[in-house]
């Protein structure tokens, strides 16, 4: 501490990590619960008010058991038992072993991974003037996060965004070009750079935008020396909200038919964990819904099902190609595939 108010407070390179989404300011601490359990994460992610209040506690209670703590209870069985269990095993013949073997690997569902939410990095004089910086944010977003990130290739874009540095100005003109853009947007986010100069380093702001609503939902800020040294990461540790936020939110792609009959394009493929044999509902259009008070934009819901496709092969970086097991009720020139929640709440679990 400073013994003099003329004496400058000590200044170190381990920043305190935060972040905000929905309007909630979050702070990562040390879970107070590492020490008891060697299996808890070390680290959690509070409100920063809790944080600074200093009285917090990790909830466990009626938490359900993760699979290395299932797979230890499992291990712990008593002698008796454990005994019993291979006596058991012993008198079983070799044709009832391999059938377990066989029914063991058809119960066991193979791991689907969530598909990857599509945001793109809307073009500001920040990112315009550090494609380097830009290029290593994405990377790290895709690492940390289950999102696609798409660069802008717009070049009326571009131009205007040479222009574009301050958070506020940024962010009215992509709520004026989703306002603009009559079809449903490509991506589920936007995200933006800003920077700010401080005494000793170069702050950059990501921020968050919602593609269906057009509001801020997300924030976090990283370093660079004034030397132009990053200082990692780029984004926050373990972003379990970030991470919460993205997979609440609604998947989608688009679809064009093809000359052949049930057969379809797709703007989703690899890059966005799609897998052969998912299957994928279609819907013709979306409709806006506005809060009947205030009549702002609450986002949008898909309308007229036109039935179900399957993914059976892919091309380039994020394409595939998908059929319809039986004719889609309607003919199309493009159209939405959405995710069927169910089926990647299953896989999840």
């Known amino acids: 501490m400073p013994r003099l108010e003329i004496d400058s407070f000590p200044e170190s390179n381990d920043a305190i990590e935060t972040m905000e989404v929905r309007g909630v300011v979050y702070t990562r601490a040390i ?4 020490a008891l359990d060697p299996l808890a994460p070390p680290a959690i992610w509070i409100p920063s008010q809790v944080y600074q209040s200093g009285k917090y506690l990790a909830y466990t209670a009626d938490l359900p058991k993760t699979a290395t703590e299932s797979e230890s209870a499992d291990s712990n069985l008593t002698g008796d038992t454990a005994g019993a269990a291979d006596m058991q095993t012993a008198d079983s013949s070799d044709f009832n072993t391999e059938e377990s073997a066989e029914e063991q690997l058809t119960e066991t569902a193979p791991v689907i991974p969530p598909l990857r939410r599509r945001a793109l990095l809307f073009p500001t004089r920040t990112s315009q003037l550090h494609p380097e910086i830009a290029t290593l944010l994405s990377l790290e977003l895709e690492n940390k996060l289950p999102l696609r990130i798409a660069d802008c290739h717009d070049q009326i874009l571009l131009e ?24 449903t947007p490509e991506v589920q986010f936007i995200l933006f750079l800003t920077t700010t100069t401080g005494r000793k380093y170069e702050y950059y702001t990501c921020t ?10 997300a924030s976090f800020t990283f370093r660079a020396d ?5 200082l990692l990461p780029l984004v926050p540790n373990d972003p379990v909200p970030l991470l919460r936020l993205v997979e609440s939110t609604t998947w989608w792609c688009r679809i064009s038919s093809r000359d052949e009959e049930n057969n379809f394009l797709l703007d989703a493929g690899h890059r966005s964990d799609l897998r052969q044999g998912r299957e994928l509902q279609v819907f013709r259009q979306s409709a806006q819904v506005n809060d009947p008070q205030n009549k702002s934009k609450l986002g949008f819901i898909f309308t007229e099902p036109l039935g179900f496709i399957t993914v059976v092969d892919f091309f380039g970086a994020d394409g595939s190609l998908a059929q319809a097991r ?22 999840e679990e």
């Open 160 to 183: 205007k965004g040479r222009l574009l540095k301050q958070r506020s100005e940024i962010a009215t003109e992509i709520k004026a070009w989703l306002k603009l853009s009559s079809a």
């Open 208 to 217: 968050w935008i919602d593609a269906q609503t057009g509001d801020n939902v």
């Open 226 to 230: 004034l030397n132009g040294n990053l």
């Open 326 to 347: 039986t004719p889609l009720t309607g003919d199309f020139d493009q159209a939405y595939a959405v995710k069927i929640a169910e089926v990647e709440e299953k896989t």
């Open 31 to 34: 879970n107070p619960q590492a």
